[in-house]
């Protein structure tokens, strides 16, 4: 995209690409008569190739390096093993050298406990699973393959539009490419249904799920070999109309899992709560539901045939988004529109599964592991954060690329939000203030009173209403497992304490603090989204594209008014939001775990008390992993521990200059050497001209080392203060 006079490359011009990387319908590498349509069908053939690899090669490590048949022995204190380590460094000297496995590396992915709750037993199992994964991986490449050299608008459509149900013209469905016909399809339901073979999918994709439950992992739960899975008293139950045999005789209190003492016969039941042995829901359970969500699903997808049917609307009457020149269809013709609600729907769902992980894990003895527990968190939670931000980036851009205005658009919603734009920017504003005001303020005067040595001055506001609610909850589980004949009543009070902790003035600031930060990032995106196209200042700012560069007053003028600029800041503010609730979270269980629970209540009130006993405090053995004395097991986390604190400071560099002074003076040294005949070839004979780094630049570089420094920072302290 630069003329051949300015074909130069160096390190800024690099750079420039980066605001219009993810703009992909503005490249020009797309193979002539193929569209971006295929490349992205085919890509996700790709990804799923990808993933189900990685699958297999995390399984074929448990399986040959790991040892799984002692952690079945008993999974409560058996530490999992990823992969050994065959290096000398980590020899065990009072063992000969022609010993086995002498290092290994633990496991953290949750993977042995999934392992074990679905009914795996063996190593054997295991690699029958890494080589369904690997055909999976295999048949996803040809699928890809086969998609990407087959001309898909060729192919006719499978359906057929009736004039008096669709605004759509037949001459842009038949130019419209294949997935676009599908959601076409699914807006319009005339002809191919496809809300109904969805719902057929998902719902028999359950049912084979609550089978194999039913038939492997609730019979190897308690004790029974494979062999004597094919039990007929299921399907007469089921057959002759006796359903309640199937919930009639839970597991005894005293059993436990994987063994037949104490084993009940009920395969679909609706206990509720968490079993006592292995902190985790009943298995039966679990198959319950999945058997009612097959059942619902396929049941819903035969009844209702069409959303009209089902919804008593028309898909494309709900999500009218007005758009380019056909009518209420921007949801098929943008991608970045579609990519924008996925993102938004997977973030969602993954902060919610973040929560469920720990509070009502599904798979056994999982809670048990506490470093599991916490990375399981800290990684579904980095997730769902990015996935927001690049939702809002995407929206940004379909707003200025394919979102054009109409006197007819006044009922749609991406009008309505338009025109309302300013109310929604200065009443997120004032919440922001609100929030931050106040709760700095508390911190602010609680540090100093307790730093003057007068704690009993602290501002110490108790939440009234979270209080009350979880003294409901409390109460109703209390008197479910009292009264419950599923349960002994010697067990009521520990099941129904299992996740019911009090809240105090600690929780209810830090709630305020991560309610500023998420409120913060929120403002800071809604408005480089909802002003992307422009504003009273620079009315014309769609002009510009998505990623024009941010160069201060002296080259234009143009620093934080691109869309691209403020995600840049949102997200910053993205990382102290993560960085409060992730520290929130981690101290507390830390606390829980450790019965004291009452430090939390003395330190959480003022800012040192987190520097000083939570950071601080769960450093020192991270610390002490490398020094003088010796070494032990977190050596390696306290290296990268420091080596990530580096790359975090060198982030300050680039932000705190601003300009990218420092990378300017290492291009203006390479610039002074030019004469010296090495430099020269390097810089192909002077061709090439170093030059500075612009403003959004020197951003960019100062983010991604702020961003990599703290998330890997704070993994190495998380390994080093929870194992």
Partial sequence: MYSSKNSQVSTSRFLDYIGSFHDIEAFNWLHKGLSLHKYIFSTHWGHLSVLFMWVA????????????????????????????????????FSVASSSAIQSSCPSYSGLYNVLYTIGVRDETQIFYLVLSFEALSLISLMLGKFHFETYLNSISLPFTFKSSQSNVSSDFVARSPFPSRLYLAFLDSSGFRLNYHLAVLFGTTSLLWAGHLVHVSIPASRGTEFSQLGNPSLWDCLYRGHWASLSSSPDAPGHVFGYSAGAGSSLLSFIGGIESSTNSISLSDIAHHHLAIGVLFIWAGHLYSSTFRGLG?????????????FGSWAIISSLHLQLSLALIAVSTVTFLVAHEIYSIPAYAFISYDYVTTVALFVHHNWIASFSMVGAMAHAAIYLLRDYVSSPTDSGNVVSRILAHKQAILSHLSWVTLFLGFHTLGL??????????????????????????????????????????SYFDSSLAKDLSSYSYSSLGPGDFIVYHAIALSLHVTALILLKGALDSKGTALLPDKSLYGFGFPCDGPARGGTCDISAWDSFYLAFFWLLNANSWILFFFHWKHLLIWQSSLTKFDESSTFLCGWFRDYLWFNSASLIRGYDPVGANDLSVWAWTFLAAHLCWAVGFMFLISWRGYWQELIDSIIFMHLKTPFLVSIWKGGKLTPSALSIVQARFIGLVHFAVGFIVTYAAFILGSTS
Avoid: M
């Fill in 57 to 92: 090669g995390s399984l074929f490590h448990i399986g040959w390096g790991g040892n799984f048949s002692l952690y079945i022995s008993n999974p409560v204190i058996s530490i999992p093993i990823s992969h050994p380590i065959w290096d000398p460094h980590f020899a065990n």
């Fill in 313 to 325: 609307h028309k898909f494309q009457g709900i999500v009218s988004l007005s758009g380019l020149d």
């Fill in 443 to 484: 911190y602010v005067h609680n540090d100093v009173v307790v730093g003057f040595g007068q704690p009993y001055k602290q501002l110490l506001i108790e939440p009234v209403f979270s209080q009350y609610s979880s003294n409901l909850w409390h109460f109703a589980s209390s008197s479910y497992y009292e009264t419950s």
